[in-house]
């Protein structure tokens, strides 16, 4: 067990809908980061948020957004959702403190129909 | 950050160590070692991480040469369980307030335990 929470696990929408990923990070870290898995793209980081603010971007769409409240927890919000969008999206945490490492969580697997 | 190479497959007897190689030849004097692995779609589980000195854990080993340029993950007694894919990532340490701390995953190396 990591100590990262993401809910849900699963989730199965439609295409133009909108969802919402949640994450909740080990306690005492103050970084949040998601990470998007498809079967042809491997790992691609989307976002990092740090204490609140969001640090760094990679490839992340504008259809996407997300934000880390004052309780550290973070939400990746997908929109207008294409079927292209079906993977697993990770959140990772770490205390961002020198070299600690990022620990995550079990992922969320959204399958667009 | 420096980039990896490893091999894209291997195979381990059950019982006996792997070992699993990592070129990071361009890596620079403050980049870190990182390995993780993800079992099937399992979310990247954190394996172990050194600068220069080898490093031990209860999952692992990690042995990093002395010219830093190639690093060895070494699973003493691997178990049908360890069967995944393994990631080698090169990183230096950043003040968080200037973001970019993120892990850019390579496409690994897919060990298979076999019985």
């Known amino acids: 067990d990591s100590g990262v929470t993401q809910t849900p696990k699963h989730l199965i929408t439609a295409t133009g809908q909108r969802v919402t990923l949640r994450c909740s990070p080990r306690?005492?870290?103050?970084?949040v980061y998601w990470y998007q898995q498809s079967l042809d793209q491997g790992l691609q980081f989307l976002i990092q948020?740090?204490?609140?603010?969001?640090?760094a971007k990679g490839n992340i769409l504008e259809r996407f957004s997300a934000q880390q409240f004052p309780d550290l927890h973070s939400e990746l919000n997908l929109s207008s959702l294409e079927l292209g969008d079906s993977a697993l999206y990770f959140c990772?945490?770490?205390?961002?403190?020198?070299?600690?490492?990022?620990?995550f969580g079990d992922g969320t697997r959204l399958s667009i129909l | 950050d420096a980039k990896t190479t490893q091999p894209p497959s291997m195979d381990c007897a059950e019982g006996r160590a792997a070992n699993l190689p990592c070129n990071h030849s361009?890596?620079?004097?403050?980049?870190?070692v990182y390995w993780y692995r993800q079992i099937h779609s399992q979310g990247p589980q954190y394996i172990i991480h050194?600068?220069?000195n080898n490093e031990t854990n209860e999952m692992a080993s990690l042995i990093i040469t002395e010219d830093r340029k190639s690093s060895t993950l070494i699973l003493p007694h691997a178990t049908l369980r360890d069967t995944a894919v393994y990631y080698c990532?090169?990183?230096?340490?950043?003040?968080?307030?200037?973001?970019?701390?993120?892990?850019?995953f390579g496409q690994g190396t897919r060990l298979t335990i076999n019985p």
């Open positions: 990772a945490s770490s205390v961002d403190s020198g070299n600690q490492p990022q620990h």
């Open positions: 361009t890596i620079s004097g403050n980049e870190y």
């Open positions: 306690s005492g870290d103050l970084s």
């Open positions: 948020y740090y204490n609140g603010e969001e640090r």
């Open positions: 050194g600068l220069k």
């Open positions: 990532i090169v990183r230096a340490p950043r003040d968080p307030l200037q973001g970019a701390q993120k892990l850019v």
